[in-house]
C-alpha cells in the first residue's frame, strides 16, 4: 500500500553524487596518536571535565559529565592517556576554537569495564531509559546535535501520535545514513523500538528518499512480521531539503509545524536514523556514542568512501586514508549547509556526517545586485519572500526583516543557488540574526543597568525624604520646646518628665495586660516577691529610658 | 582567510541569461514590426542600443563601479530595445538618442542603477518623450506602405531629409488607436469609424499592429514555457484589460471598443509579457503581481478611454510601479507554519 504523502514549498532537484562514495565497504577508520574531543559536540551547555591532566583512561569511560540539564556526557573513544584539556580549533563555522580534551591513545583500545547484559528496556520507567541514553552521549546524528533524551521527553501535556525516523538525507554527497541503513538496518528499527516505548506511542514511519532503494529493501526487509502493523518504511521523494525535520514532517504527515513551534507541537517526534542506531547500541549493547559512520568524498579523494569513525579523529587523519591529494577546500557537511574547515587539524564530532574535498576552492561568481526576480521565493521551503529579507539585511532594519520572518529561515541555501545574481543571501540572514541576538542581548543588560540606576535614583529620593521627615520632626519638637520659653534644663527636665510620662503608662498596660497566670493561685509572700521584683525591674527601666532620652537630646542639639 | 557561508554550489543562471532570453524573445514581434513598418525599426534598435551602452558606461565610470559586469549583463541593451520598439519608426535619431539617455541617466543610474530604479526606464524614457515631442511620438507611417528604403530611413533620421516628391504628413499617419480616439471623441460610432477607415483597422484590431501584437505574445509564451517570467502579471494585465473592455463594449458597443481591438492594439501585448515583468520594478510577491497586473491592466483601459492620450501602457505601467512597494508588503505569502491569515 501506497501511504499519502504530501508537499512542501520550494526546494531543489539537485545531483545527488551519491554513488561515489558507496562503493567501499565501511571499515573501521585508523585510530590516531590523538584524539582532541571537544567538550560541546552538541547543542547546549559543554560538558565537564572530570578527568586530569595525566590520567590514564579506557574506551568508553566517562571523561567530562553533563553540566546542565541540556548536555550530555563525552566518552573516552579509546584507551590512552589525557595528556591537555586546552582550546583547540573545533567544527564551526567561524572556525572559532573551544576547550577540549586530548588524549594520546595507547593502541591497546581497552575499554572500562561495565555490565553489558542488554537492558530490558519494555520493563522500564521512560525516564530511566531516557537517563540511560543520556549517559551514552546520544544527542542528533542528523546535524544539529539536540540531546535526544530531551526529544524523547515530550513532557506530561504534549500528545505524541508519530515518531518519525528520517533517513531522508537529502544533501548531495552524503551517504553515511544510506550506508548505516542498509548495513545495519536490524540496529536502526530496534533503536526505533526503544525510542517508541520511551515516547509510549504506537504509530512510527521511517521515511527514506527515493534514491536509496538499496537502503529502503534493507529496512524493510529487516522488519518482523509483527512490526509491520505499526512501522511503516516510505520512500519520499527526492527534493532537496526533504530532510529538514519541518519539511520531513510535512512530507510524510501533511502536518506543518508551527512557526516558532516544535515538532511536539503537532504531534509528532522525529530522530535521525543514526541516532536510533546509537540509542540500541545504548540500551542493548551498553555501548556509549565513541564513534560514528562518516562519508568522506569529493574530487581530491582517490577514495571516496564511508569510515566508521572515533570522535576526535582529526580531518588530516581521514583525509590520508582516503588518499588525499591536493585539497584546497574541505567542507564538513554537504555542499548547501556545511561549513568550510579552517584548519584539517579540527577533530571530527558526534554531529559530523560527512566531509567533502574540492581540487578546486568554491569561487561564487561575482555578486550583482538584486533584480527581484522572486527565482528565491519559488525555491524556499520556508516561503519566505527572500529577495525582501535580503533587501531588509542589507538596510539593516532589524524591525522589518522580522515583519518578513527572518527566523523561519532554515539557512538551508536554496535561495542563494538559484540566485542569477549570486548574492550569498544566507550569509545576509546569519548576519541578521547574529545582529538581532546581539541586540536582544544588549538590550536585557541595558533592562538590568536601567532597573539598577532607576532603583538607586529611588533609594536615593527616599533618603532625601526621610531625612527631611526627621529634621522636621526635630524642628517641631524645638519649636514646642521653645515655645514653653523654659531654660535648657528645664527642656531637660520636661523631656525627662515626658519619658517617664511614657514609661509609666507603658507600665501600667502591662500591669492590665500581662500579668502572669493563676496569680490567684499564688501566695502571699509569693505575691509581694513578684511585685518587688517587679518594682525593680521598672526602676531600672526608667532610669536607662532617662539615659537614653538625655543621650539623645544632647546628640540632637550638638 | 576569508570565510564563505554556504551553500558551495550554485545554479548556472546569470542576470545576463536572464536579460539575454528576454532579447531573444523579442525577435519575433521586432522582425514583424520591420515588416510593416520598415527598416526604421532596425536604425532605432541600433541608436538605442548604443546609446544605452554608452550613457549605461558613462554613468558607471563617474560613479566609479566596474564597467565590465554591469555592462554585460545586457539589462541597458535591453532597456533601449524596449525603447525602440516603442518609438515610431520614421524618427530623428535625436528623438531616439534623447529617449535612452534619459530613460538609463535618469531613469536607472541615478537611482544607483540594476536593482535600485523604481520605475520601468524605458517607460521613464518613453513618457518623456511623449511628454515632450508629442507630435513626432505619434506619427506612425501608413503599415501597408512598403515603399520607404532603409536609405530613406536613414536620410530622414540623419539628416532629416525625405524621398523625392513627398511629404511628412503624405507618409505618415494616425495609428488606430489614435484615430479611433479622436473620432469618439467627435462622436462618430465604432462602426463609422471602421467604415470610414477600412484601411487601417484588419481582423481584429489595426493592420499590422495585430500581427505585431500577436508576435509579441508569442514571445511572450516562450518566457513563460522558459520559466522567466510567471504568468501572474501578464494573466493579470490582459484579463483586467479584457474583463473591463468586454464590459463596456456589452453596455455600449457603439462607442467601447471590443476586448480583442484593445488586447492586439498598441502596446499591450509588448507590455504584457516584457514591460511589465520588469522584475526590478514589478510586484515581487506571487499576489502581489496580480494586483500589480490588474492595476496595470484596468489603468491602460481608463487611460485609453477617457484620458488624454492614444495609448495608456507606459503610464499605467509608471503609476503601478508606485504602488509597488506597498502591494508587496501587504501581500506577503503566508509563511510555512503560519496559520491562514
Same mark, same amino acid.
Given at each position: 500500500?501506497?501511504?499519502?504523502?504530501?508537499?512542501?514549498?520550494?526546494?531543489?532537484?539537485?545531483?545527488?553524487?551519491?554513488?561515489?562514495?558507496?562503493?567501499?565497504?565501511?571499515?573501521?577508520?585508523?585510530?590516531?596518536?590523538?584524539?582532541?574531543?571537544?567538550?560541546?559536540?552538541?547543542?547546549?551547555?559543554? #560538558?565537564?571535565?572530570?578527568?586530569?591532566?595525566?590520567?590514564?583512561?579506557?574506551?568508553?569511560?566517562?571523561?567530562?559529565?553533563?553540566?546542565?540539564?541540556?548536555?550530555?556526557?563525552?566518552?573516552?573513544?579509546?584507551?590512552?592517556?589525557?595528556?591537555?584539556?586546552?582550546?583547540?580549533?573545533?567544527?564551526?563555522?567561524?572556525?572559532?576554537?573551544?576547550?577540549?580534551?586530548?588524549?594520546?591513545?595507547?593502541?591497546?583500545?581497552?575499554?572500562?569495564?561495565?555490565?553489558?547484559?542488554?537492558?530490558?528496556?519494555?520493563?522500564?520507567?521512560?525516564?530511566?531509559?531516557?537517563?540511560?541514553?543520556?549517559?551514552?552521549?546520544?544527542?542528533?546524528?542528523?546535524?544539529?546535535?539536540?540531546?535526544?533524551?530531551?526529544?524523547?521527553?515530550?513532557?506530561?501535556?504534549?500528545?505524541?501520535?508519530?515518531?518519525?525516523?528520517?533517513?531522508?538525507?537529502?544533501?548531495?554527497?552524503?551517504?553515511?545514513?544510506?550506508?548505516?541503513?542498509?548495513?545495519?538496518?536490524?540496529?536502526?528499527?530496534?533503536?526505533?523500538?526503544?525510542?517508541?516505548?520511551?515516547?509510549?506511542?504506537?504509530?512510527?514511519?521511517? #521515511?527514506?528518499?527515493?534514491?536509496?532503494?538499496?537502503?529502503?529493501?534493507?529496512?524493510?526487509?529487516? &522488519?518482523?512480521?509483527?512490526?509491520?502493523?505499526?512501522?511503516?518504511?516510505?520512500?519520499?521523494?527526492?527534493?532537496?531539503?526533504?530532510?529538514?525535520?519541518?519539511?520531513?514532517?510535512?512530507?510524510?504527515?501533511?502536518?506543518?509545524?508551527?512557526?516558532?513551534?516544535?515538532?511536539?507541537?503537532?504531534?509528532?517526534?522525529?530522530?535521525?536514523?543514526?541516532?536510533?542506531?546509537?540509542?540500541?547500541?545504548?540500551?542493548?549493547?551498553?555501548?556509549?556514542?565513541?564513534?560514528?559512520?562518516?562519508?568522506?568524498?569529493?574530487?581530491?579523494?582517490?577514495?571516496?568512501?564511508?569510515?566508521?569513525?572515533?570522535?576526535?579523529?582529526?580531518?588530516?587523519?581521514?583525509?590520508?586514508?582516503?588518499?588525499?591529494?591536493?585539497?584546497?577546500?574541505?567542507?564538513?557537511?554537504?555542499?548547501?549547509?556545511?561549513?568550510?574547515?579552517?584548519?584539517?587539524?579540527?577533530?571530527?564530532?558526534?554531529?559530523?556526517?560527512?566531509?567533502?574535498?574540492?581540487?578546486?576552492?568554491?569561487?561564487?561568481?561575482?555578486?550583482?545586485?538584486?533584480?527581484?526576480?522572486?527565482?528565491?521565493?519559488?525555491?524556499?521551503?520556508?516561503?519566505?519572500?527572500?529577495?525582501?529579507?535580503?533587501?531588509?539585511?542589507?538596510?539593516?532594519?532589524?524591525?522589518?526583516?522580522?515583519?518578513?520572518?527572518?527566523?523561519?529561515?532554515?539557512?538551508?541555501?536554496?535561495?542563494?543557488?538559484?540566485?542569477?545574481?549570486?548574492?550569498?543571501?544566507?550569509?545576509?540572514?546569519?548576519?541578521?540574526?547574529?545582529?538581532?541576538?546581539?541586540?536582544?542581548?544588549?538590550?536585557?543588560?541595558?533592562?538590568?543597568?536601567?532597573?539598577?540606576?532607576?532603583?538607586?535614583?529611588?533609594?536615593?529620593?527616599?533618603?532625601?525624604?526621610?531625612?527631611?521627615?526627621?529634621?522636621?520632626?526635630?524642628?517641631?519638637?524645638?519649636?514646642?520646646? #521653645?515655645?514653653?520659653?523654659?531654660?535648657?534644663?528645664?527642656?531637660?527636665?520636661?523631656?525627662?518628665?515626658?519619658?517617664?510620662?511614657?514609661?509609666?503608662?507603658?507600665?501600667?498596660?502591662?500591669?492590665?495586660?500581662?500579668?502572669?497566670?493563676?496569680?490567684?493561685?499564688?501566695?502571699?509572700?509569693?505575691?509581694?516577691?513578684?511585685?518587688?521584683?517587679?518594682?525593680?525591674?521598672?526602676?531600672?527601666?526608667?532610669?536607662?529610658?532617662?539615659?537614653?532620652?538625655?543621650?539623645?537630646?544632647?546628640?540632637?542639639?550638638? | 582567510?576569508? =570565510?564563505?557561508?554556504?551553500?558551495?554550489?550554485?545554479?548556472?543562471?546569470?542576470?545576463?541569461?536572464?536579460?539575454?532570453?528576454?532579447?531573444?524573445? &523579442?525577435?519575433?514581434?521586432?522582425?514583424?514590426?520591420?515588416?510593416?513598418?520598415?527598416?526604421?525599426?532596425?536604425?532605432?534598435?541600433?541608436?538605442?542600443?548604443?546609446?544605452?551602452?554608452?550613457?549605461?558606461?558613462?554613468? =558607471?565610470?563617474?560613479?566609479?563601479?566596474?564597467?565590465?559586469?554591469?555592462?554585460?549583463?545586457?539589462?541597458?541593451?535591453?532597456?533601449?530595445?524596449?525603447?525602440?520598439?516603442?518609438?515610431?519608426?520614421?524618427?530623428?535619431?535625436?528623438?531616439?538618442? &534623447?529617449?535612452?539617455?534619459?530613460?538609463?541617466?535618469?531613469?536607472?543610474?541615478?537611482?544607483?542603477?540594476?536593482?535600485?530604479?523604481?520605475?520601468?526606464?524605458?517607460?521613464?524614457?518613453?513618457?518623456?518623450?511623449?511628454?515632450?515631442?508629442?507630435?513626432?511620438?505619434?506619427?506612425?507611417?501608413?503599415?501597408?506602405?512598403?515603399?520607404?528604403?532603409?536609405?530613406?530611413?536613414?536620410?530622414?533620421?540623419?539628416?532629416?531629409?525625405?524621398?523625392?516628391?513627398?511629404?511628412?504628413?503624405?507618409?505618415?499617419?494616425?495609428?488606430?488607436?489614435?484615430?479611433?480616439?479622436?473620432?469618439?471623441?467627435?462622436?462618430?460610432?465604432?462602426?463609422?469609424?471602421?467604415?470610414?477607415?477600412?484601411?487601417?483597422?484588419?481582423?481584429?484590431?489595426?493592420?499590422?499592429?495585430?500581427?505585431?501584437?500577436?508576435?509579441?505574445?508569442?514571445?511572450?509564451?516562450? =518566457?513563460?514555457?522558459?520559466?522567466?517570467?510567471?504568468?501572474?502579471?501578464?494573466?493579470?494585465?490582459?484579463?483586467?484589460?479584457?474583463?473591463?473592455?468586454?464590459?463596456?463594449?456589452?453596455?455600449?458597443?457603439?462607442?467601447?471598443?471590443?476586448? &480583442?481591438?484593445?488586447?492586439?492594439?498598441?502596446?499591450?501585448?509588448?507590455?504584457?509579457?516584457?514591460?511589465?515583468?520588469?522584475?526590478?520594478?514589478? #510586484?515581487?510577491?506571487?499576489?502581489?503581481?496580480?494586483?500589480?497586473?490588474?492595476?496595470?491592466?484596468?489603468?491602460?483601459?481608463?487611460?485609453?478611454?477617457?484620458?488624454?492620450?492614444?495609448?495608456?501602457?507606459?503610464?499605467?505601467?509608471?503609476?503601478?510601479?508606485?504602488?509597488?512597494?506597498?502591494?508587496?508588503?501587504?501581500?506577503?505569502?503566508?509563511?510555512?507554519?503560519?496559520?491562514?491569515?
Amino acid at each position: 500500500m501506497k501511504p499519502r504523502l504530501w508537499h512542501f514549498h520550494g526546494g531543489l532537484k539537485l545531483e545527488g553524487h551519491k554513488a561515489m562514495s558507496m562503493h567501499e565497504a565501511v571499515v573501521q577508520a585508523d585510530i590516531p596518536r590523538r584524539l582532541v574531543l571537544p567538550l560541546q559536540q552538541h547543542i547546549g551547555e559543554p #560538558a565537564e571535565p572530570i578527568v586530569e591532566i595525566g590520567d590514564s583512561v579506557l574506551k568508553n569511560q566517562v571523561i567530562a559529565q553533563a553540566s546542565d540539564y541540556v548536555s550530555v556526557p563525552v566518552h573516552a573513544p579509546t584507551s590512552g592517556t589525557v595528556i591537555s584539556i586546552e582550546d583547540h580549533p573545533v567544527p564551526h563555522p567561524s572556525g572559532m576554537s573551544a576547550a577540549c580534551i586530548i588524549i594520546e591513545t595507547d593502541g591497546k583500545d581497552i575499554a572500562i569495564e561495565t555490565n553489558t547484559t542488554p537492558v530490558d528496556y519494555k520493563n522500564l520507567e521512560a525516564s530511566a531509559l531516557r537517563n540511560l541514553i543520556r549517559e551514552a552521549g546520544i544527542v542528533g546524528l542528523g546535524g544539529a546535535g539536540f540531546p535526544s533524551f530531551i526529544k524523547l521527553n515530550p513532557g506530561p501535556d504534549a500528545r505524541v501520535e508519530t515518531l518519525i525516523l528520517n533517513g531522508a538525507e537529502c544533501e548531495p554527497y552524503i551517504t553515511c545514513d544510506a550506508m548505516l541503513m542498509q548495513d545495519s538496518p536490524r540496529k536502526i528499527i530496534d533503536g526505533l523500538l526503544i525510542m517508541r516505548h520511551a515516547l509510549n506511542i504506537d504509530k512510527c514511519i521511517i #521515511a527514506i528518499e527515493d534514491n536509496k532503494k538499496a537502503a529502503h529493501t534493507m529496512l524493510v526487509n529487516a &522488519l518482523r512480521e509483527d512490526e509491520t502493523s505499526f512501522i511503516n518504511v516510505i520512500q519520499i521523494p527526492t527534493l532537496y531539503p526533504a530532510g529538514g525535520e519541518k519539511q520531513i514532517i510535512k512530507v510524510v504527515t501533511g502536518k506543518e509545524v508551527p512557526s516558532h513551534g516544535l515538532p511536539i507541537d503537532v504531534g509528532v517526534v522525529c530522530h535521525n536514523v543514526g541516532t536510533a542506531a546509537a540509542v540500541a547500541d545504548a540500551i542493548l549493547n551498553r555501548q556509549p556514542l565513541i564513534e560514528r559512520y562518516i562519508t568522506v568524498t569529493g574530487d581530491a579523494v582517490k577514495q571516496p568512501r564511508n569510515l566508521r569513525v572515533r570522535f576526535g579523529t582529526s580531518v588530516e587523519s581521514l583525509l590520508k586514508q582516503c588518499e588525499g591529494y591536493d585539497v584546497q577546500q574541505c567542507i564538513m557537511g554537504g555542499p548547501m549547509m556545511g561549513f568550510e574547515l579552517t584548519s584539517q587539524s579540527i577533530p571530527v564530532i558526534k554531529t559530523t556526517n560527512c566531509l567533502l574535498t574540492s581540487r578546486k576552492k568554491y569561487h561564487a561568481p561575482t555578486s550583482m545586485p538584486c533584480i527581484r526576480c522572486g527565482e528565491c521565493a519559488k525555491a524556499c521551503p520556508a516561503q519566505l519572500l527572500p529577495q525582501q529579507l535580503y533587501w531588509y539585511a542589507r538596510a539593516k532594519d532589524f524591525d522589518k526583516i522580522q515583519d518578513y520572518n527572518l527566523f523561519d529561515c532554515i539557512e538551508c541555501g536554496c535561495c542563494a543557488y538559484v540566485c542569477p545574481s549570486h548574492i550569498p543571501l544566507v550569509q545576509y540572514y546569519r548576519f541578521a540574526k547574529t545582529e538581532i541576538w546581539a541586540m536582544e542581548r544588549d538590550k536585557q543588560k541595558s533592562d538590568i543597568a536601567r532597573e539598577r540606576h532607576e532603583f538607586r535614583l529611588y533609594r536615593m529620593e527616599r533618603k532625601k525624604v526621610e531625612d527631611e521627615e526627621r529634621k522636621r520632626r526635630k524642628k517641631a519638637l524645638l519649636k514646642a520646646a #521653645a515655645g514653653d520659653k523654659t531654660t535648657e534644663d528645664d527642656k531637660k527636665k520636661a523631656a525627662i518628665e515626658a519619658a517617664l510620662a511614657r514609661v509609666k503608662a507603658k507600665r501600667e498596660q502591662q500591669n492590665s495586660q500581662a500579668k502572669n497566670v493563676n496569680e490567684e493561685e499564688l501566695t502571699e509572700a509569693q505575691k509581694k516577691a513578684i511585685a518587688e521584683v517587679e518594682e525593680r525591674r521598672i526602676k531600672a527601666r526608667e532610669k536607662q529610658q532617662i539615659k537614653i532620652e538625655e543621650n539623645k537630646e544632647e546628640s540632637g542639639s550638638s | 582567510m576569508i =570565510l564563505r557561508s554556504s551553500p558551495y554550489d550554485n545554479q548556472p543562471t546569470s542576470i545576463n541569461r536572464v536579460m539575454q532570453a528576454v532579447i531573444y524573445s &523579442l525577435i519575433p514581434g521586432t522582425l514583424v514590426m520591420i515588416h510593416f513598418f520598415g527598416w526604421g525599426v532596425a536604425i532605432n534598435l541600433a541608436i538605442a542600443i548604443t546609446t544605452a551602452v554608452i550613457s549605461e558606461a558613462l554613468i =558607471l565610470k563617474i560613479r566609479k563601479r566596474p564597467l565590465k559586469p554591469f555592462l554585460m549583463d545586457g539589462s541597458a541593451i535591453l532597456t533601449g530595445i524596449l525603447l525602440a520598439l516603442a518609438i515610431p519608426t520614421l524618427s530623428p535619431w535625436w528623438l531616439v538618442f &534623447l529617449g535612452t539617455a534619459f530613460a538609463i541617466i535618469i531613469g536607472k543610474q541615478l537611482y544607483g542603477g540594476l536593482g535600485y530604479n523604481p520605475f520601468n526606464p524605458a517607460m521613464v524614457g518613453y513618457v518623456m518623450l511623449l511628454i515632450a515631442f508629442p507630435q513626432e511620438m505619434t506619427a506612425w507611417i501608413n503599415p501597408l506602405d512598403h515603399s520607404l528604403t532603409v536609405k530613406d530611413f536613414f536620410n530622414y533620421s540623419f539628416f532629416s531629409e525625405l524621398p523625392a516628391n513627398r511629404t511628412y504628413d503624405e507618409i505618415t499617419m494616425a495609428t488606430v488607436l489614435d484615430t479611433v480616439k479622436t473620432n469618439l471623441n467627435l462622436n462618430s460610432t465604432l462602426h463609422e469609424i471602421r467604415s470610414g477607415n477600412e484601411a487601417l483597422f484588419g481582423g481584429l484590431a489595426g493592420k499590422g499592429w495585430e500581427w505585431i501584437n500577436i508576435m509579441f505574445l508569442i514571445g511572450g509564451f516562450i =518566457l513563460l514555457f522558459i520559466r522567466v517570467i510567471t504568468w501572474h502579471i501578464p494573466v493579470a494585465f490582459l484579463g483586467s484589460l479584457f474583463f473591463i473592455s468586454a464590459f463596456f463594449n456589452g453596455v455600449d458597443s457603439d462607442f467601447y471598443a471590443t476586448p &480583442l481591438f484593445h488586447l492586439f492594439s498598441g502596446g499591450a501585448m509588448l507590455a504584457a509579457f516584457f514591460i511589465a515583468t520588469d522584475p526590478v520594478t514589478a #510586484a515581487t510577491t506571487n499576489k502581489g503581481k496580480i494586483y500589480y497586473g490588474i492595476g496595470i491592466g484596468a489603468l491602460t483601459y481608463i487611460i485609453r478611454t477617457w484620458g488624454g492620450y492614444p495609448d495608456g501602457v507606459a503610464f499605467a505601467v509608471l503609476i503601478m510601479n508606485m504602488a509597488v512597494p506597498t502591494i508587496d508588503y501587504y501581500t506577503q505569502p503566508r509563511v510555512f507554519g503560519q496559520e491562514n491569515k
